[in-house]
Structures are given as C-alpha cells and as structure tokens.
C-alpha cells in the first residue's frame, strides 16, 4: 500500500527527517511512535504530498505521490493533528462540506454523512454547531470527514491529543473497527499504549531518524526479556555520578539511566537482584519513596534505545 525509501527534508539548516524508510501492506495497521518534535508530523506531510521532501521517494499503490500528487491523495484520508473544521457549522454539516471536497453528491453524499455520523457515535448531535462539542467530540468528527470517501490508506496524526478518556476510548475502537473492516492505517503518537493497542508493526522515529521498525514483540526483543525497575528518590538528596558509579558493580552503565528523580535499571531478573539493589542505593546515601517493577513495553524499549523517556 504505502512504501516509504530515504525520505528527507531540511528547513534551512535545520534536517528535521533523516533518510526514513519503511513499508506498509494493505490492510495493515502501522504505528509510528516518537516524542514531540521527533518528525513524525513532517514525515506524514510528505506521504500526503503536502510537503514537497528534499530527497527520497514516496508511494502509494505505485503511484508516485511526488509526481503524481493528486491521484495519490484520492486515495487517502487524514486526520490532522489541529481540528480542522468550521467551529459554526454543524457536524452534519461540516461533514457534507468535506464530503463535496470528495466529489460526493446527491444521495451518496447523505448516505455516506449518515455512515460516518453512526460511526463516529454523533448521530443525535448532528445538528448542533461544532463550538459547542468537547474536544473529544470534534476530534470524532475530524476522524469523520477523513473516512467519508472511504480512502485506502488513513493516516492520523497524533488524533488524541488533549481528550477526555471517554473520548480516547471511543477514537481507539472507532479505529480498530475501520481497520479490521479492511482500512490500512498508519497512527501516528506519542502515547506508547495506543499504539500497542492498535498497531500490529511499529516504527520508533527518534529526532528525524527512525531507529527502531517490527512488531511489538521484535521489538520487545531488542532489550531481550528486561524488565525495567524504577526507583522514585528525594531529588535534593540524589547524586548521581556517585550512585552511578555505585551502580556499575552490579550492571551494565548502559542499563542504568538516570531522569530527574528516578533512577531506572533494566535487568532479566530484577526480583534477583532487588535486595542488593536497594542496599546499594541505601549505601548512596540517597532515600527512596518507591520502587516499582514493569514488565517490557515499548517505553521501555524506546529509553533503552535513546537514554531518555519516550514524554521527555
């Protein structure tokens, strides 16, 4: 459906994607994971054909989206990362307007308003202008004007930002649902849990690069079966060169990083080494308020990867 090779696009001075490739099969449901400012969003801008990149190629069902830009957007949706509707319209309305940005008319154009409004779970609030709709609400019908024409391929661009749970939990099914009736999707986020919900192969984009590509499972296996044990300390006693330097008796500096006031150590078998841990941090002289114990995850992999938190 999608193949992505060497992308790239500066502003200025400043390269923002660094030579990203990746593909993605038709029906498929691909995460692209990263913090803000990672280039996600730039990376997405050149897909859709709305950034022209510096290099690389782009292609949709071997249609080159650079060449052939506006063959290629017809078959895609996209949910923007800002709400990209009319704040005085009505749903029902907004959605009709973007329908027509389709070419859809007549009949087929208010069937299909009907299809999205059920889907996105606004039917009864059809009528009502969108500047009185929750966050959640409006981001429910830009997901709406997206799917109207029943694109191919949807990509959405971080399309939970600031939303009630009850909303996020809504979007999350609405996109399940779209992909297990045959939808490609690419999701792009910052939140690791919906991403492992929703994705079945994920790419780990890092400042502009992508550092990390496969399924859940492949890469829960880049850090082997570590589970992370994170230590919650008083910052004013912390010092970390020396607990560091404490530290390096029992592990590998590369599994042991430091964040503010949070002291993280990844190991196999962290029930084993627990009782030693805590004494040597105890021997530090630093107090801990609280240690806790996760399992593999794709925040674990992406510290593992960079050296920081996937929210830093």
């Keep these: 459906m999608l193949k992505v090779a060497d992308l790239q696009k500066s502003f200025g001075n400043i390269a923002a994607v ?8 038709k029906g498929e449901s ?3 994971l990263g913090p803000n400012g990672a280039g996600k969003s730039t990376t997405i801008n050149m897909i859709t054909g709305l950034f022209p990149p510096t290099s690389g190629a782009v292609h949709i069902k071997d249609i080159d ?6 063959q290629a957007q017809k078959l895609i949706g996209i949910v923007p990362q800002e709400i990209a509707l009319y704040q005085t319209m009505s749903a029902r309305e907004n959605l009709k307007f973007w329908g027509r940005m389709y070419d859809l008319s007549g009949n087929m154009l208010e069937k299909s308003v009907d299809e999205v409004l059920e889907i996105i779970g606004l039917t009864e609030r059809a009528k009502d202008k969108v500047d009185t709709f929750s966050g959640g609400m409006k981001r429910r019908v830009n997901i709406g004007a997206a799917i109207l024409h029943k694109p191919e391929l949807l990509i959405m661009d971080e399309p939970t930002v600031g939303i009630d749970p009850q909303s996020r939990n809504h979007i999350l099914e609405t996109v399940k649902r779209l992909n297990t009736e045959g939808m490609t999707i690419i999701y792009t986020s910052h939140y690791m849990e919906e991403v492992e919900y929703l994705c079945k192969r994920i790419g780990i984009i890092d400042h502009g690069e992508l550092i990390a590509l496969g399924t859940l499972q492949e890469l829960r296996e880049t850090i082997g079966d570590h589970s992370k044990i994170v230590f919650t300390m008083e910052q004013k006693e912390l010092n970390p060169k020396h607990l560091t330097k404490t530290l390096t008796s029992l592990f590998l500096e590369k599994d042991i990083h430091l964040n503010d006031n949070q002291l993280i150590i990844f190991h196999k078998d962290p029930q084993l080494v627990l009782t030693d841990l805590i004494q040597l941090v105890t021997k530090a002289g630093t107090k801990v308020t609280s240690v806790d114990i996760i399992e593999p995850n794709l925040e674990s992999v992406f510290l593992h990867l960079t050296g920081r938190s996937l929210r830093d």
């Design 18 to 25: 660094k030579g990203v490739s990746f593909s993605v099969e």
């Design 65 to 70: 989206v650079i060449k052939n830009t506006k």
């Design 30 to 32: 691909f995460g692209l």
